[in-house]
């Protein structure tokens, strides 16, 4: 999956847990992004990132914190887990973003948290 | 919000047809893009289709874009089972992230 690589790749965990998700990629990608997938909602953007330190909220991304100190890494943190949060997590990546939908994303695998 | 739906949400067809899904969308674009998910896997491009082009193939793939109906097409021609899948369109939400928005996908199964 285009050097991206998601961990874990699967979790289980109890409410009020944190909670939190990598994003690993080579492709030296600028954006990064955080995507949540769910029956009847289809993909959701949680959070995304156009550089080192440089982030921005997505549609939903309440109860979502991330971090990216490194161009490589996109970490995406569930503070406090709740089950409305159980879902798949993507994450993608572009090397470009210019905000008129051009960019081609490359997905990795996703991650399939269940909170209990 | 969902900036592109997809219909149907379903479709079954017997290998060696064509497959026709249908995107429409809600504010004006730029560009939409298609992207294929095999299960349990993430989203794979496909096609990138501008708002001045009317149509674009790729391989046994055609996309249209009417920008008056703000709608657009995908047409898989001579299914195979391999293009088993769900299949979502994709633009740029009219909220202020100008992020990918998709939809909710059509789930698309070829039947040998």
């Known amino acids: 999956d285009a050097g991206i690589t998601q961990s874990p790749r699967h979790k289980v965990t109890e409410t009020g847990t944190p909670v939190t998700l990598r994003c690993h990629q080579t492709?030296?990608?600028?954006?990064m992004y955080w995507y949540r997938q769910d029956p009847g909602h289809g993909l959701r953007l949680i959070h995304y990132?156009?550089?080192?330190?440089?982030?921005d909220k997505g549609e939903v991304s309440d109860g979502y914190s991330v971090s990216r100190s490194k161009t490589e890494d996109f970490l995406l943190t569930l503070e406090s887990a709740t089950s409305s949060q159980t879902s798949v997590y993507f994450c993608?990546?572009?090397?470009?973003?210019?905000?008129?939908?051009?960019?081609?994303?490359?997905f990795g695998s996703g991650t399939q948290l269940s909170v209990l | 919000s969902q900036q592109g739906e997809e219909d149907p949400q379903a479709l079954s067809i017997q290998e060696g047809e064509n497959a026709t899904m249908n995107c429409s969308y809600k504010?004006?674009?730029?560009?939409l893009q298609w992207y294929r998910q095999n299960s349990g896997r993430g989203l794979v491009h496909l096609i990138l289709?501008?708002?001045?082009?009317r149509e674009k193939h790729s391989g046994r793939l055609r996309v249209t874009l009417d920008t008056s109906k703000k709608s657009s097409s995908l047409l898989i021609t001579a299914s195979r089972a391999a293009d088993t899948a769900s299949y979502f369109c994709?633009?740029?939400?009219?909220?202020?992230?100008?992020?990918?928005?998709f939809g909710q996908g059509t789930t698309l199964q070829v039947k040998p």
């Open positions: 993608a990546i572009s090397p470009t973003g210019t905000g008129n939908g051009d960019e081609k994303l490359f």
């Open positions: 492709e030296n990608h600028r954006y």
């Open positions: 990132s156009y550089g080192v330190k440089d982030t």
């Open positions: 504010t004006s674009i730029n560009n």
């Open positions: 289709i501008r708002s001045n082009e």
């Open positions: 994709a633009t740029a939400g009219s909220s202020n992230t100008g992020k990918l928005i």
